[in-house]
């Protein structure tokens, strides 16, 4: 039997078989073109679109919640369907990701869709962070069993600090940063829209534009102070050409000017200069906006103040970091400084990013599914048959599961 | 002459109009909520004749609410329906569900402890001043006028 492994993320989907090297990254969102009223994209048909300017997107995420059914179904009808994935419903187990504190009814719904609209085979229902620390044990048990791991999942909608003793989330010490990289995305672009042009319509672009250039800086003040510079002294600003899907088919940073800093011709550009790492800066200080909570640093110090004094140095010396904002250059680097300087001297840190923290979930999806324990985690259809949503319930909640 | 003298500071300041507490939180949470915004615009295709690919949103909603009694699970994909709840709405229910032991409510992050750092709302510098009339922050003078004339009173939440 395949196993299907969805990592159902709120900004893209991460979906492939078990047996697949790498999962397909599917937008988890229909998109509408402004400039092509023919048509919608579902999910990755976004690649066929040759205008991504002023994309109007129908999400079923809410606040990272699957509220949206309608839409969700038509990106997973997408993603099942021989265009993508080609699965045989019958003869296929899945592996659905769901956030930390899924809603109950949340999770029936996706009980009810995997068993009754699709078919599929059995379910199994979990966390990004808890298959990232399964993978990072296995990957490890190499150099001695691991007592604990803390898992940084900073993806679209939020953040999460999750403490894990051996492979078993600690429910009552999991911390929620609400910054994730749309919050990042639609501040990036207020700012821009109200010092330099109006980007409040290109989330597309803009998104990508902070791919491009945004980084966590490790010397705030420091870096602040080289963006006031002016000329070539200062080493931050960089001009970035907005795309126009007629001559200019991708955003990206214009080489160091030769001839003035003018844009020439028909190109728009956005000079970034501060907006490049202060907009980042929302994840170590939710508070330079006015979201009153802690930032991700202070966040995991909360975290450990809240296990086992034992524990605490084992979480502290096996950090693990994943999702879309890793990415960002600095991030490590900005988070092991913070927590260095506010953890205490006895303690060792460690921290580390896998190659790819995106898809680093979906992979540990897939070496779970040859776990000798995966097929008794599962429901089968059969069981849901029978027992409906209890038996889901019992298998797949996080507080049921006693530590092994 | 001497009685016409008059401070134009003084005058100036009698006249300015200044948003009270409540206007400024409610314009802090208005911005907050835009940062949670997926599309800025209405939909672009809001005019169009949908064609029959296309979801037909506001139709299934109708037809719901319409349809008195539905037998149970007879259709397909009125699971749609069923479990058509906005976040607020299930964040209420898990209020009521789920008052004690860790939930998603619990697990938000406290507020930070160390002081709020400000930065101009012109230009993303650290400041050192508030506006008097609005509360936003600004760096200097320059960066003052151009918050007035663009931002300060002239859209009020």
Not at chain 1, 289 to 318: K, R
Not at chain 2, 87 to 103: I, Q
């Amino acid at each position: 039997m395949a196993t299907l492994i969805l990592d159902n993320g709120a900004g893209t989907a991460k979906v492939g078989f078990s047996t697949d090297n790498e999962p397909r990254i599917i937008p988890n969102c229909v998109t509408k073109a402004k400039n092509v009223r023919t048509r919608i994209f579902i999910g990755d048909q976004i690649d066929e679109c040759k205008d991504l300017s002023s994309l109007y997107y129908l999400l079923p995420f809410q606040k990272g919640f699957l509220v949206n059914w309608e839409i969700e179904k038509q990106v997973w009808d997408r993603m099942f369907s021989k265009d993508v994935c080609q699965v045989d419903f019958n003869e296929t187990a899945i592996i659905v990701t769901e956030p930390f504190f899924n809603f109950p009814s949340v999770g029936e719904a996706i009980n009810e869709v995997i068993f009754e609209e699709y078919q599929f085979q059995s379910l199994h229902r979990t966390q990004a962070p808890t298959l990232s620390c399964y993978k990072h044990q296995k990957d490890k048990e190499t150099s001695g069993s691991l007592f604990g791991t803390l898992v940084v999942e900073s993806g679209y909608s939020f953040s999460h600090i999750v403490p894990f003793l051996k492979n078993k989330p600690l429910k009552e010490a999991i911390v929620r940063v609400n910054v994730g990289g749309k919050v990042l995305t639609n501040h990036l672009k207020e700012v821009i829209s109200y010092r330099q042009l109006m980007v409040m319509d290109e989330t597309y672009v803009i998104n990508q534009m902070k791919e491009d250039v945004c980084y966590v800086s490790t010397h705030f003040n420091k870096d602040m102070n080289i963006a006031r510079l002016k000329g070539p002294l200062n080493t931050i600003s960089r001009d970035y050409i907005l795309p126009d899907y007629t001559h200019i088919k991708r955003g990206h940073v214009r080489p160091p000017p030769q001839d003035g800093g003018k844009s020439k011709g028909d190109e728009q550009m956005i000079r970034m200069n501060n907006e490049r790492f202060s907009v980042p800066e929302l994840l170590f200080k939710p508070s330079d906006v006015g979201i009153q909570e802690m930032g991700i640093s202070e966040g995991i110090m909360h975290c450990l103040s809240l296990v086992e004094t034992e524990l605490a140095p084992h979480l502290l010396n096996n950090v693990v970091i994943t999702g879309g904002n890793a990415l960002l250059p600095g991030f490590q680097d900005r988070l092991y400084q913070d927590v260095r300087s506010m953890a205490s001297d006895d303690y060792d840190v460690g921290m580390s990013t896998p190659k790819n923290p995106i898809t680093y979930p979906w992979h540990a999806g897939c070496d779970f599914s040859l776990d000798p324990n995966f097929p008794s985690m599962c429901v089968s259809r059969h069981e849901y048959e029978e027992h409906g949503h209890n038996i889901c319930s019992q298998k797949f909640n996080v507080s049921s599961t006693s530590p092994s | 002459m001497a009685d016409k003298r008059e401070s134009v500071r003084i005058k100036d300041g009698q006249q300015m109009r200044i948003l009270d507490e409540a206007a400024r939180r409610r314009r802090q949470r208005k911005a907050l909520e835009a940062l949670e915004k997926d599309n800025f615009s209405e939909d672009p295709h809001a005019d169009l004749k949908m064609s029959k690919k296309a979801p037909k949103f506001e139709e299934v909603m109708e037809t719901a609410s319409t349809s008195g009694p539905k037998k149970k699970r007879k259709s397909r994909g009125d699971f749609k329906l069923r479990y058509r709840k906005s976040f607020a709405a299930l964040l209420e229910e898990e209020h009521m569900l789920n008052k004690d032991g860790p939930s998603y409510i619990t697990a938000c992050a406290p507020p930070s402890k160390f002081p709020d750092r400000h930065f101009c709302a012109v230009c993303g510098f650290p400041s050192a001043y508030t506006c008097v009339q609005c509360g936003a922050r600004y760096c200097c003078v320059k960066c003052l006028g151009t918050h007035q004339d663009t931002r300060c009173l002239k859209y009020t939440a």
